[in-house]
């Protein structure tokens, strides 16, 4: 069994900048992060290849495209969201997950799951 434990949420104005860690208790294949807000469903935001070798294979949700970016640091099993230009509608617990099998952004897809770190961005 995987724990992910996340850390880095926290309060910005929109704008701004929040970087965002899950750190995992051992290795694993694919990372993504997801994100849900009151009242809506939970949302694939960003996934990456963890696992042996090169990475560089990474998916993002369109309404993140250009402003996030994935990554990972296979030496301490942490992977990292990087989140610039934040707007209001960002706001939300921002969940890492862990698959064995796929790359995706589907929450179906992602057996392990952090308990999640609140993002708030105000306008």
């Known amino acids: 069994q995987v724990q992910l434990v996340e850390s880095g949420g926290g309060s910005v104005q929109a704008g701004g900048t929040l970087r965002l860690s899950c750190a995992a208790s051992g290795s694993s294949n694919f990372m993504a992060w997801f994100r849900q807000a009151p009242g809506k469903e939970r949302e694939g935001v960003a996934a990456c290849y963890t696992g042996a070798g090169v990475g560089g294979h990474s998916r993002y949700a369109d309404s993140v495209k250009g402003r996030f970016t994935i990554s990972r640091d296979n030496a301490q099993n942490t992977v990292y969201l990087q989140m610039n230009s934040l707007k209001p509608e960002d706001t939300a617990m921002y969940y890492c997950?862990?698959?064995?099998?796929?790359?995706?952004?589907?929450?179906?897809?992602?057996?392990?799951w952090g308990q999640g770190t609140q993002v708030t961005v105000s306008s």
């Open positions: 997950a862990e698959s064995r099998w796929i790359l995706s952004l589907e929450d179906s897809d992602y057996k392990y």
